[in-house]
Nanobody, 131 residues
Framework: QVQLKESGGASVQAGGSLRLSCSASGQSFRGYCMGWFRQVPGKEREGVAA???????TYADSMKGRLTISQGNAGNTVYLQMNNLEPEDTAMYYCAARRRRSLYDTACPLSVLNGATMDYWGKGTLVTISS
């Protein structure tokens, strides 16, 4: 089992920035598609960013241009840099991982933002943006 843990959530003013981290203890993310998702009560979960096995990335239109997803050199940490944050960005942010099914599995990154095929999920980190 892959155990994911997010960190970096905080309360910041509109226009500010945050960097979220996702780590797996004793587990490399090599061979995994990694994604960041967010959810608020009463609303559908939204995928905001994903990165594939070769560093290719995709972003949701709602945050495109304000996000950068990246992976640390050690291979066991994924980051989400968020800039120009807005009150509507307030949500629980979740890290998720998807094992590559085969060399012919091309779902990541473009087709995974719906979250339906992710194999492992973290417990979330809270981001609150005040106006």
């Amino acid at each position: 089992q892959v155990q994911l843990k997010e960190s970096g959530g905080a309360s910041v003013q509109a226009g500010g920035s945050l960097r979220l981290s996702c780590s797996a203890s004793g587990q490399s993310f090599r061979g995994y598609c990694m994604g960041w998702f967010r959810q608020v009560p009463g609303k559908e979960r939204e995928g905001v960013a994903a990165i594939d096995y070769d560093g290719r990335t995709t972003y949701a239109d709602s945050m495109k241009g304000r996000l950068t997803i990246s992976q640390g050199n050690a291979g066991n940490t994924v980051y989400l840099q968020m800039n120009n944050l807005e009150p509507e960005d307030t949500a629980m942010y979740y890290c998720a991982a998807r094992r590559r099914r085969s060399l012919y599995d091309t779902a990541c990154p473009l087709s995974v933002l719906n979250g339906a095929t992710m194999d492992y999920w973290g417990k979330g980190t809270l981001v609150t943006i005040s106006s």
